[in-house]
C-alpha cells in the first residue's frame, strides 16, 4: 500500500503513494520535504484471524500516520525481517540490526456479533520494553477511524503529546467552468490525512473562512448564496445550517470562541471593517476595534481573554492584538511589510500568520515568536495563505499555489517535514483544522 | 477650462480618498506595492491638502456642468496593490456614471469590489470593499443619492483574469459597475 523507500534519506520530493481511494474527491498526500533525523519504527502487518478481507490495512496506515508526522520514519514493509504479531514472537535482535528504535506489533481477531477485536503492542527495542499493550473494538465501517484512533495512542505514548491522527480537516474547492464565469464552490471535511472527505454544502456563489466550533461539532463559514456576505452556521452530524448575520456590507472571518459561547467576525455595518463579537446565547453584539483602518480576521487567544487580528492602520496589513477587558491594543508583528491572517498555537507562545517580507516577494506562512518578536519563515511556494493549527501544534495546514491550481499544504511547526494535499481536480482552499474530537 | 474643471474633481476625490483613511495607505512607509503608479498617485494625495477648504462647495458645479446621461460604455475601474483611492485617470468614468445615475434616479448600481489574489481572502474582501466605498463616496459627492448605490466585495474571489503575472493582478484590482 505504500512506497516509502526513499522517504527518508533526501529529504525531498514525492515519496509516499497511498493507494489511490475509491472517493475521488479525497487528496492525495504528497511529500515535498523530509527529515532525516526522524525516529525509525517497524510497524509490522497485523494479522487478520478472520475470513475473506479487510477493508483497510491497520499497519500501513499507522505507518503513514507515523511517517508525516516527521518524527518517525516507518520502515518499508519489505524490509522487515520479521512478522511477529504478538510479544512472545518478538525477537528483539532482529530489530536492532534494523536499527529500529521502536516496534508495533498486532492482530485483528472477528468477534460472534460481527466486530472486530484489534490487539496491537508496542516496544522500545533497545531496553526489549513493552510501552504499550491495548485492544480495541472496531467495526469493519469504522477500521480506517480505530487505524487513527491507534496511531494516536502511540504517538501519544511515544512523544508525550496527543495525536492529531483522527482529527479533520475542512476545505473549500472551487471548480471553473472553463473561463467562463461558472463557478461551483464546495465545502468539504475530510480526515487529517485528506481522505474520506465529504462535501458538506455545494454553491454557485463564493464560500470561505470555515471556523470549527471547538466541540468540533459545527463549522462556521461565509457565504455570498444570498448575493452577498452572510456568516452561516452548520452541523455537521445533522447537515443542518442557518444563517447567523446578515449586516449590510461585510460579514466575514468568523472565529469560534474557546468556550464555544461567542463568535468574533468582521463586520462593516458602523462604515469600515471592524471586528466584533457575536454572543450566541443572547444573540449581542459587541464591537471590538475601532480604527477607521481595515481591521479583520480576529482569532482567539487560548485563554479567550484577547483577540489577535490583522489591521491596515499602520499603512498595510499587521498583526495586532487586543485585551478585550481593558481594550488595550498592542502591535505585534514588525517585521516585513504584509503581516495577516494570525492564529495562535495552542500554547500561546507563537502566532502563524501570512508574512511578506520587507523587501516585497513571497507570501509565506511564518511564526511569530510572542516572547522575542521574531518571525520565523515555514513555508517558501509565493503565494502561501490561510494558516490553521493543528489542535497539538505540532503541524500548520494551510493553501498554496502550484501554477495556477490552489493545493493544502502541511508543514510541522517545527519546519521539518512540508507535504502536500493535492485535490484531483478543482482548486483547494481555506483550511481548518479541527479540534480534538473527543 | 476644461482641464481646470478636472483638476478640481481630481483634487476633490483626491481630499475624499484621504479623509476616508485611504491616505494612510499612501503614506506608509511599508510600502508594499509594486506598481510604478503608486508613487504618483500617492504624490497627488499628498499635494491636495490644501484643497480640503475649498472642496466642498465646488462639487455641485462639477456635476451640473456634466450632461451625458448615456450608460457609460467603461464600467470597471482599476486600483493599485493595497489601495482603495481612485486613480486620477479614472475620474472620468466615475463622472460618467455620476452624470447618468443622477439623470435616472431610478437606476440602481452594484458596486462590485475586487482583488488580486496576493494577500489573505478575509483582508482582500475588506480591501475590495474598501475599493467600493470609495467610488460610493465619489459618486456620493457628485451628488448620486445613496439609495441608488450599494457596494458588494468578492475580494479575491471572482479574479476578472486568470494569471500570476503582474498585468493580471492589475485587471484584477478593480470596481465592476453592476446595473
Redesign the interface.
Known amino acids: 500500500m505504500i512506497n516509502a523507500r526513499h522517504f527518508f534519506t533526501t529529504g525531498l520530493m514525492l515519496l509516499m503513494l497511498l493507494l489511490s481511494s475509491f472517493v475521488n474527491a479525497d487528496l492525495t498526500i504528497r511529500i515535498t520535504k523530509g527529515n532525516d533525523q526522524a525516529i525509525p519504527v517497524a510497524i509490522v502487518p497485523f494479522m487478520w484471524q478472520g475470513k475473506g478481507s479487510l477493508s483497510e490495512d491497520v499497519a500501513s496506515l499507522i505507518s503513514a500516520n507515523l511517517s508525516r508526522t516527521g518524527l518517525f520514519r516507518a520502515l518499508p514493509r519489505e524490509d522487515l525481517v520479521s512478522l511477529p504479531t504478538k510479544a512472545e514472537e518478538v525477537v528483539y535482535r532482529d530489530w536492532r540490526l534494523l536499527k529500529v528504535n521502536y516496534l508495533v506489533v498486532g492482530s485483528i481477531e472477528a468477534l460472534e456479533d460481527g466486530n472486530l477485536r484489534i490487539k496491537y503492542q508496542l516496544f522500545e527495542v533497545n531496553q526489549q520494553k513493552s510501552l504499550l499493550s491495548e485492544s480495541v473494538v472496531a467495526s469493519q465501517d469504522n477500521l480506517r477511524n480505530r487505524a487513527h484512533f491507534i496511531s494516536d495512542r502511540i504517538y501519544e505514548r511515544l512523544t508525550g503529546q496527543k495525536g492529531i491522527f483522527s482529527t479533520r480537516i475542512a476545505y473549500i474547492t472551487t471548480q471553473q467552468k472553463g473561463k467562463t464565469m461558472d463557478y461551483t464552490y464546495r465545502l468539504h471535511v475530510a480526515d487529517a490525512d485528506g481522505q474520506e472527505s465529504r462535501t458538506i454544502l455545494t454553491s454557485k456563489q463564493p464560500l470561505l473562512s470555515p471556523s470549527w466550533s471547538p466541540d468540533a461539532k459545527k463549522l462556521a463559514y461565509v457565504s455570498f448564496e444570498t448575493g452577498r456576505q452572510a456568516i452561516f452556521v452548520q452541523e455537521l452530524a445533522t447537515g443542518k445550517r442557518y444563517q447567523l448575520t446578515n449586516f449590510k456590507g461585510l460579514n466575514g472571518s468568523p472565529a469560534w470562541s474557546p468556550d464555544g459561547k461567542k463568535i468574533a467576525m468582521t463586520l462593516s455595518r458602523d462604515g469600515n471593517a471592524e471586528v466584533y463579537i457575536y454572543h450566541l446565547d443572547d444573540r449581542r453584539l459587541t464591537r471590538v476595534t475601532h480604527h477607521y483602518a481595515i481591521d479583520t480576521e480576529p482569532s482567539w487567544s487560548p485563554d479567550g481573554k484577547s483577540l489577535i487580528f490583522t489591521s491596515g492602520r499602520s499603512g498595510g496589513p499587521q498583526v495586532y492584538q487586543i485585551d478585550l477587558a481593558s481594550g488595550e491594543e498592542k502591535r505585534l508583528s514588525f517585521e516585513g511589510n504584509y503581516n495577516a491572517r494570525p492564529r495562535y498555537s495552542p500554547n500561546g507562545r507563537e502566532v502563524f500568520m501570512v508574512h511578506r517580507g520587507s523587501g516585497g516577494g513571497l507570501f509565506s506562512i511564518a511564526a511569530l515568536n510572542m516572547g522575542t518578536g521574531r518571525t520565523r519563515i515555514l513555508s517558501t511556494s509565493p503565494l502561501d495563505e490561510s494558516p490553521s493549527v493543528a489542535p497539538n501544534g505540532a503541524m500548520i495546514i494551510y493553501a498554496l499555489m502550484i501554477g495556477e491550481k490552489g493545493v493544502l499544504g502541511v508543514v510541522s511547526t517545527d519546519g521539518r517535514i512540508q507535504y502536500e494535499l493535492p485535490a484531483a481536480s478543482g482548486n483547494v482552499r481555506e483550511p481548518a483544522w479541527s479540534p480534538y474530537l473527543n | 477650462m476644461e482641464l481646470m474643471k478636472h483638476s478640481k474633481v481630481f483634487a476633490l476625490a483626491a481630499v475624499f480618498a484621504l479623509v ?2 485611504c491616505g ?2 499612501a ?6 506595492a ?1 506598481e510604478i503608479t503608486e508613487e504618483v498617485v500617492a504624490e497627488e494625495v499628498h499635494s491636495s491638502d490644501e484643497a480640503l477648504a475649498e472642496g466642498m462647495s465646488d462639487a455641485e458645479d462639477q456635476v451640473d456642468a456634466v450632461t451625458d446621461t448615456v450608460l457609460p460604455a467603461i464600467n470597471t475601474i482599476y486600483f493599485d496593490f ?1 489601495k482603495s483611492n481612485i486613480r486620477s485617470e479614472f475620474y472620468d468614468v466615475l463622472n460618467g456614471h455620476a452624470a447618468y445615475l443622477m439623470a435616472n434616479p431610478s437606476a440602481t448600481v452594484k458596486l462590485e469590489g475586487h482583488t488580486d ?7 482582500n ?3 475590495g ?2 475599493r467600493g ?1 470609495s467610488v460610493q463616496r465619489y459618486l456620493s459627492l457628485q451628488g448620486v443619492d445613496a439609495s441608488q448605490l450599494e ?4 475580494g479575491e ?2 479574479p476578472a483574469v ?3 503575472s503582474s498585468e493580471a493582478y492589475s485587471k484584477n484590482r478593480r470596481v465592476e459597475f453592476n446595473y
Not at chain 2, 503614506?27 to 508594499?32: F, L, M
Request: proline share 3%; aromatic share 6%; hydrophobic share 20%.
Open positions: 476616508a483613511g494612510g495607505d503614506n506608509t512607509q511599508e510600502e508594499v509594486d493595497d489574489e496576493r494577500g489573505t481572502p478575509e483582508y474582501l475588506a480591501l470593499e474598501r466605498n457596494v458588494v466585495s468578492y474571489e471572482r486568470r494569471g500570476q
